[in-house]
């Protein structure tokens, strides 16, 4: 992915930011139930959009918003390193990034072969790879916050919406 030199995220990006954060977490807390509800389906012969649910319609936002984000990202790129960081923290940034972008998007693509492509494996894989997403965001959550907080490098101003330009 391109790096810029700029030292903040574009409104745009930290729009999609905050916006497909909250969805997830949206997503997340209305798939209790979901294997229940995907067996009827399942049993039913129901498919397409019949019988969606507020989850699969957050999954399928996401989803969007997550291919809007990857071509802005391409497009304009992400800022560079914070100031004093190490390359192995550079690099771990770098990984931690890619697995969340991954997991972004294998989630709501495993739950849409559950569920409008009726294959059962896939959200059995969904619901273990949606706990890990949110894992894993928790734990960028945390560490950006530790580096605004403890490290003081300025890491939550980048995705601030207050920010100036």
């Not at 697995?99 to 619901?127: D, S, T």
Request: glycine letters at 10%.
């Amino acid at each position: 992915m391109l790096v810029s030199t700029r030292t903040e995220y574009s409104k745009a990006q930290i729009i999609l930011h905050w916006l497909v954060a909250i969805l997830i977490l949206a997503a997340w807390l209305t798939g209790d139930n979901m294997g229940r509800v995907l067996r009827a389906r399942f049993d039913s012969g129901t498919t397409g959009f019949e019988g969606s649910t507020p989850h699969v319609w957050l999954g399928c936002a996401v989803f969007v918003l997550i291919l809007i984000r990857l071509v802005l990202r391409r497009v304009q790129g992400a800022p560079g390193a914070l100031p004093g960081s190490t390359e192995m923290m550079e690099k771990a940034a770098h990984w931690g990034h890619r697995v969340i972008y991954l997991l972004m998007i294998a989630v709501p693509a495993l739950g849409a072969l559950a569920w409008f492509g009726g294959v059962r494996a896939a959200g059995e894989a969904h619901e273990t790879a949606s706990n890990a997403l949110l894992l894993v965001a928790l734990g960028h959550a945390v560490l950006a916050i530790w580096h605004h907080a403890i490290r003081k490098d300025g890491a939550l101003n980048r995705m601030r919406l207050s920010q100036k330009g």
